[in-house]
Nanobody, 120 residues
Framework: QVQLVESGGGLVQAGGSLRLSCAAS????????MGWYRQAPGKQRELVAS???????NYADSVKGRFTISRDNAKNTVYLQMNSLKPEDTAVYYC??????????????WGQGTQVAVSS
């Protein structure tokens, strides 16, 4: 059973920084993508950033240049460094682990979510 444990959310003023962490445990193959999604009240969940086990990175346009995703494969941990935070970054942030199996497809696992609130 795969489990994801997130930490690092909180309340910060606009222009401030926060760092989110997500540690995965369980049976995790090398073919995976770890990422962060967010969901603001009344809005759909959206991808913030993702990183493959090989280091390929993808960012949402709204966070490019402000957020940095990284991972430690030895620890099965993904990080999201968030700088220059804006009030519109306020949301619940969810860690995601997508594990691929050849010939079958993929399965998504989700963390419990951590609240990020940015005051103006």
């Amino acid at each position: 059973q795969v489990q994801l444990v997130e930490s690092g959310g909180g309340l910060v003023q606009a222009g401030g920084s926060l760092r989110l962490s997500c540690a995965a445990s369980g049976s995790i193959s090398n073919m995976n993508v770890m990422g962060w999604y967010r969901q603001a009240p009344g809005k759909q969940r959206e991808l913030v950033a993702s990183i493959t086990s090989g280091g390929g990175i993808n960012y949402a346009d709204s966070v490019k240049g402000r957020f940095t995703i990284s991972r430690d494969n030895a620890k099965n941990t993904v990080y999201l460094q968030m700088n220059s935070l804006k009030p519109e970054d306020t949301a619940v942030y969810y860690c995601n682990l997508r594990i691929w199996t050849i010939g079958i497809g993929y399965r998504d696992y989700w963390g419990q979510g951590t609240q990020v609130a940015v005051s103006s």
